[in-house]
């Protein structure tokens, strides 16, 4: 008779992720900073208050993303 059983498998030590503050702080920066670009392109951007004048190039290009994250745009 055959034994089918499965090798016992050891568990790694589990090591925490641990970062300093001050790379946590730029880490934080930097996404505060991405987050609010991605928000103005996709949710404020249109032509009247475009940043890049009457430039409509970046309301065409997330105008679906637009209408599907529920911003109004006309």
């Known amino acids: 008779m055959s034994s ?5 498998e050891s568990a790694a030590p589990a090591i925490p992720a641990v ?13 505060f900073i991405i987050a609010l670009a991605v928000y103005y392109f996709i949710g404020v951007d249109q032509g009247a208050f475009s940043v890049f004048g009457n430039d409509m190039h970046i309301h065409e290009f997330v105008h679906d ?5 529920g911003f109004p745009c006309h």
């Open 19 to 31: 970062i300093s503050g001050s790379r946590a702080t730029v880490w934080l920066i930097s996404t």
């Open 4 to 8: 089918l059983s499965a090798p016992a």
């Open 65 to 69: 993303s637009r209408h599907f994250l």
